[in-house]
């Protein structure tokens, strides 16, 4: 965790965010079809409620075009400010891919290399001579990480300078082998950023600015470890434990330099998404890069590339960053071959955006290989949530098992879920002669399992519902 530094409500606040809430209501993007904008806003407010987060905010991204922005519940508490689309919220670490892009942009432009060692640019780096630019990107290179807690650190609190930070933490003896294994270290990317500078000549935000947001038009972009964000933005709150939310402690200047120094509002972070699918900032050559899995020296996978998670989600190749700092969390997702998009921010510590924006993503990306096995499942499950089932389909045992208590049980405990938000096998083996299938049930709040098992003649000999862990 990096900290954020803190702004404080006042009245002047409510009088700004009141007219800047009218004014987010014009700026709204609202062009999904009413189906799927009732179902996000289902998966939003029921995980808000779950988590006890004050707010939400999410921009929608599909067929690389953005569609929908809202935000849910509160910017403010006590007095009550509602969220606006317009408002800002810290990233967090979704701030990495930036960087990475920024480094991509300079080997583009032939002044430096990412296999270049990072001693050639910062001196007094343990082993820097050895450790390659690739490597800190990656999170392979064995630098400690200078901010790992989940909580407000007291010696955070100060300013200090990204020097400083590398001058107790990067000089340490490496924890592992350059290469030999993944570790998330904040510390990379303040080395990162520093070579950036030292290249540039500029400072990094300068640097983004005039190569990533202004080409993209993302005119919320702040620095938000320069300039604590505004009254018109999100308040950070945390909680201890099962306590109520509180504002978040001030964060020092300089602690977030290059890991996690970015706030925008959502919209903005979908016009860089969308950048991502249309491969508009860097070459083909250097996205292939950015989002290719690193390996380790011994072959084994990370599941991360350069500055981004790279793994697969329901079938779907996605790339994705979550973000934390003091009072705000965020995810954003971004099925790269699909041209859908979710990027989501939070203004409390709870979690809740990564749940947000995968089950957002799911939903968006619908399931366009459904299999027979699938259909039938679903709409058996459908048939119980109403209490009824094609007996038919089902082999002695089944037809016995289905009672008239067991079916009324389905329907009282299933129907009030409504329908799922996503509804996929996940594994199929044999078993007994027969085909053995696992089906996994999403709900906004609760994930449901459901077991098959059928015979070659196309009976069911079994179809378990139970809670999944």
Do not use: C
């Amino acid at each position: 965790m990096i900290p954020v530094r803190r702004f404080f409500p006042s009245f002047l606040a409510f009088v700004l965010l009141t007219v800047s809430s009218s004014h987010a209501v014009a700026q709204a993007v609202d062009g999904l079809d009413p189906t799927m904008r009732a179902r996000i806003d289902r998966i939003a407010s029921q995980v808000l409620a779950l988590r006890g987060m004050p707010s939400a905010s999410i921009a929608v991204v599909q067929d690389g075009k953005l569609v929908y922005t809202h935000a849910y519940g509160f910017a403010h508490l006590g007095p009550n400010i509602p969220a606006t689309p317009t408002m800002r919220y810290s990233i967090g670490s979704i701030s990495k891919q930036f960087t990475a892009t920024a480094i991509l942009l300079l080997q583009e432009q032939g002044k430096l290399s990412i296999d270049d060692p990072v001693g050639k640019y910062i001196p007094g780096l343990t082993r820097g001579d050895e450790v390659t630019i690739r490597q800190i990107l990656s999170h392979t290179s064995g630098y400690q990480d200078y901010a790992p807690e989940d909580y407000p650190v007291e010696s955070q609190l100060g300013p200090v300078s990204p020097q400083q930070i590398l001058d107790t933490w990067a000089t340490k003896p490496l924890d592992f082998e350059p290469g030999t294994q993944w570790q998330y270290s904040n510390t990379n990317f303040v080395i990162a950023g520093l070579i950036i500078e030292k290249v540039t000549g500029e400072k990094l935000f300068t640097y983004l600015g005039e190569h990533i947001f202004r080409p993209l038009n993302m005119k919320s972009a702040w620095n938000s470890d320069e300039k604590a964000l505004t009254h018109t933005d999100a308040a950070p709150y945390i909680r201890a434990a099962l306590g109520p939310p509180r504002l978040a402690p001030n964060g020092g200047e300089g602690w977030m330099f290059a890991a996690g120094e970015l706030a925008m509002t959502p919209h903005d972070l979908a016009l860089w998404d969308i950048s991502l699918l249309n491969q508009s900032v860097l070459s083909p050559e250097s996205y292939k890069t950015m989002f290719t899995e690193v390996k380790l020296k011994d072959g084994s996978g990370t599941h991360y590339g350069l500055g981004v998670e790279v793994t697969e989600r329901g079938g779907f190749r996605s790339i994705e960053h979550s973000g934390e700092v003091n009072g705000f969390v965020s995810d954003n997702e971004v099925l790269i071959d699909n041209g859908i998009a979710v990027a989501v921010v939070t203004n409390h510590m709870a979690g809740g955006a990564e749940e947000i924006a995968q089950l957002v993503a799911a939903t968006v990306a619908g399931n366009p290989h459904e299999s027979a096995a699938e259909k039938q499942a679903l709409a058996i499950y459908r048939g119980l949530q109403n209490g009824a089932i094609d007996r038919t389909l089902l082999a002695p045992n089944l037809n016995a098992y289905f009672n008239a208590q067991t079916i009324a049980d389905f329907k009282t405990s299933l129907g009030p879920l409504g329908e799922p938000l996503t509804f996929r096998q996940s594994r199929v083996t044999l078993r007994g002669g027969m085909t053995f299938r696992r089906f996994e049930i999403v709900y906004p709040a609760k994930k449901l399992l459901l077991t098959t098992y059928t015979y070659p003649d196309g009976k069911l000999e079994q179809y378990f519902v139970e809670p999944s862990d």
